[in-house]
């Protein structure tokens, strides 16, 4: 009887193997000449050698699945098992609207037309600012976006950030340290985040610095390459500071800046930074512009309503 040990790197154990060890079990049941084991990130066979050859077959097909869509469904399942299964097999219909599969198999897409320009504006450039009233998707799309390129390995890394700027109110008394501080104004970026990767890979990944999620200002003096950078609430953000961000940007980078103009947190005499750049940068190739409107609003129904009230009234 013969022996080997794989060794799963590119995927959580509790990802592969799914809840109460059910894709293990399916497993088991299709080779039942084989004995299979699985500690932590190796798994542990032996049997037959060709058997073991078309376990790793089945098992590579599977965590290339994971890794696209974040979960397999039982008519993948079986087309994976019927021994006639090719990739086409197991792939989730597509959809042009599609941007990725989330956690649990959620479903991210495109839900706007506006939301649609976006991706397709930014496959074709390197700084796009999306720019709309809230609720309107822009960060959510924006996160996917870097998500996506993030698992296709077209990037080593994704940076987000934030002006440190709050509205009406002061960091200087709020308790904590400066993490404790700061965090509650990048909690919508964690937030869009936790819908797109595990729980393990995330935090892997902010540990190792492979996703950064920090205050605009902490980008002074980088270069940032290789990486989706997003900068969101870019309103909040003076001229000079806009232009130390957008300076920034390295080799093989992509920079997508979302703001509302209707939300400007700054004192009364400091001009937004993407006020500014709305006038001066939409001319140059490379840079494009996507504005968003409360028809593109995917929160509450009323939220709608509430922007155009708002707008109707000055």
């Known amino acids: 009887m013969n022996s080997r040990e794989l060794l799963i790197e590119d995927i959580e ?4 193997w799914g809840s109460h060890n059910k894709h293990l079990k399916t497993f088991q049941t ?5 004995k299979i084991l699985s500690r932590g990130h190796t798994i542990f066979l032996s049997g037959d050698d ?14 290339k699945h994971l890794n696209r869509y974040g979960s397999i469904g039982e008519v993948q399942m079986q087309a994976l098992f019927s021994g006639i299964a090719t990739e086409t097999d197991l792939q989730i219909t597509e959809n042009s609207d599609i941007i990725l599969h989330g956690n649990g198999g959620k479903i991210i897409r495109a839900k706007t037309p506006n939301q649609r320009k976006m991706v397709e504006l930014l496959a074709n450039n390197d700084i796009l600012f999306a720019i709309g009233p809230a609720g309107t998707g822009k960060t959510y799309t924006a996160v996917a976006l870097a998500v996506k390129a993030l698992k296709n390995k077209e990037i080593k890394r994704i940076i987000l950030a934030r002006p440190a700027v709050e509205a009406g109110e002061s960091l200087g008394f709020l308790p904590g340290d400066l993490k404790e501080k700061i965090d509650p104004y990048l909690r919508p970026l964690y937030d869009a985040l936790d819908d797109m990767i595990q729980p393990e890979k995330l935090k892997q990944f902010i540990e190792t610095r492979v996703i950064e999620i920090a205050p605009m200002a902490f980008m002074r003096g980088r270069t940032l390459d290789n990486a ?6 870019a309103q909040n953000a003076t001229d000079l500071q806009l232009k130390m961000f957008l300076t920034r940007m390295g080799p093989n980078a992509k920079f997508i800046i979302t703001g509302d103009l209707t939300q400007i947190d700054l004192p009364k005499k400091q001009q ?6 709305v006038n001066i940068l939409e001319n140059i190739d490379g840079i494009v512009f996507q504005y968003l409107t409360y028809e593109d609003v995917v ?7 509430i922007i155009k009230a708002y707008d109707k009234n000055g």
């Open 228 to 233: 989706y950078v997003i900068l969101d609430e």
């Open 13 to 16: 154990p509790a990802q592969l």
């Open 299 to 305: 929160r509450h129904k009323l939220v709608k309503d």
């Open 272 to 277: 937004s930074g993407l006020v500014k750049a």
């Open 30 to 34: 299709h080779f039942p000449k084989l």
């Open 50 to 63: 060709t058997e073991m050859g078309i376990f790793e077959d089945k098992l590579e097909k599977l965590i």
